[in-house]
């Protein structure tokens, strides 16, 4: 089976969500989802429509928001690299 990969900046989070993803990666945060580090960003599974309220409750918004246009590009999982494309449909923080 193919997947299709979002291959993205990671200008496209904050430093607060880059913070939030660690958290997930080091068990500080618990979510419904798994966060892979790759030494330059992340690889993360678009998990919609399985996020359950406590998810949505705790995970910044614009995370909720690419994960959004990934679902809705056909792509099963994010992945976040400090040298990925930057889309001009995706808000982007300098950081």
């Not at 080091?26 to 790759?38: C, G, H, L, R, Y």
């Amino acid at each position: 089976m193919t997947y299709k990969t979002l291959d993205i900046s990671t200008a496209h989070y904050s430093q607060e969500t880059d913070d939030f993803l660690w958290n997930v990666v080091d068990k500080m945060q618990d979510v419904s989802f798994a966060v892979i580090p790759t030494g330059t960003g992340f690889i993360i599974p678009v998990t919609f429509p399985v996020l359950d309220k406590d998810d949505l409750a705790v995970i910044p918004s614009e995370l909720v928001f690419v994960m959004g246009y990934a679902a809705a590009n056909g792509c099963s999982y994010i992945r976040f690299d400090r040298d990925g494309d930057i889309i001009d449909d995706l808000p982007t923080w300098e950081w």
